[in-house]
């Protein structure tokens, strides 16, 4: 297989298995495997159309991949089955049927039994309006689930925290961040810093840079991405530089705002100029109080893999950004 071009940078990166950090386990810890929900619903009670209905708007395809892969990964369990170890996954979407509801109920409760923790439940007396209820709320259902997937590889990250990559991160762009020992100095210069994560099946990384550009407008932080990865991430000749892919909507735009950062994050793919390599990477930019751009970027290659849960790790390092 044709080697990733990143490795011809002068690195020792530390080769170490594929483990998933989500099934790290702390006292009074939440647990499941990453992007996981478990979904309690009574399959007796419940029509098949409506368990199915469930479920798809549970695994619609996750945004921004070069492959299709589902949002969530679907957990069964039977209400009655439920015991303490159940209680204590993560993420949970509870579906209950009760002829003493007046009403149909949607609510979400954060960290009863473990942390982190969210559970949703809908709870009425009509299968059918059960069904719109979920159908109305989809996309905060998703929404909420997917945050707390990001924050339990948060809590799982802080305890890894490469103390002196923090301190130098801290100390080029002034921002903190929670990167792990995992990940190594690929390159480094005064506006510039790219961190790499290699282990014998793929690659994860990080891109931290500032820009005097202060027009955060899709284009623009798109622009600027490609300036700096063409600039400063060498290929195997000098004409072979990752870049943005652009077609229909991708890369997806929307603003966000991290702490007290308010700024644009990009979802998308990066493809190689003259080159066949590719994968997703996530991406925030904001000015800081030098009015500075400060950009906080985190990529993917993992040819003939699953990509969505190494996406959602980096993603997660990036959104820890203060």
């Avoid at 210069?189 to 990384?205: H, K, S």
Wanted: glycine share 4%.
């Amino acid at each position: 297989m044709k080697k990733f071009f990143f490795l011809l940078c002068c690195v020792t990166l530390i080769v170490s298995s594929c483990k998933d950090p989500m099934t790290v386990q702390f006292d009074n810890a939440s647990h499941g495997q990453a992007a996981e929900v478990l979904l309690m619903m009574d399959k007796q009670t419940w029509a098949e159309n409506i368990q199915d209905s469930i479920k798809g708007m549970l695994t619609v395809p996750q945004t921004g991949l070069n492959q299709l892969e589902p949002m969530f990964d679907i957990l069964h369990i039977n209400p009655k089955d439920i015991d303490a170890a159940a209680q204590r996954h993560y993420n949970i979407v509870q579906m209950e049927l009760s002829g003493n509801a007046k009403e149909t109920s949607f609510s979400i409760e954060r960290n009863t039994w473990a942390m982190p923790q969210i559970i949703i439940t809908i709870k009425g007396n009509n299968q059918d309006s059960c069904l719109n209820c979920f159908v109305k709320n989809q996309e905060t259902i998703r929404q909420e689930l997917y945050s707390n997937d990001i924050k339990k590889l948060q809590g799982v990250y802080e305890d890894r925290v490469d103390m002196n990559l923090q301190k130098l991160i801290q100390e080029k762009f002034g921002i903190t961040m929670n990167i792990t020992s995992d990940y190594s100095i690929a390159r480094e210069e005064d506006d510039f810093l790219w961190l790499g994560y290699r282990t014998a099946v793929n690659d994860r990384f990080i891109m931290i840079y500032k820009s005097d550009n202060k027009n955060l407008s899709r284009q623009s932080v798109i622009n600027q991405r490609n300036l700096m990865t063409r600039k400063y991430i060498e290929g195997s000749t000098d004409a072979v530089h990752p870049i943005v892919t652009q077609f229909a909507n991708m890369p997806y735009a929307q603003p966000l705002q991290l702490g007290p950062n308010i700024g644009l994050e990009l979802r998308g793919i990066w493809e190689t100029e003259n080159d066949f390599m590719g994968g997703p990477f996530y991406h925030f930019s904001f000015l800081n109080t030098q009015n500075e751009c400060i950009s906080v970027d985190g990529f993917v290659y993992a040819p003939n893999e699953k990509k969505r849960n190494y996406l959602r790790q980096v993603e997660a390092i990036v959104k820890s950004t203060k």
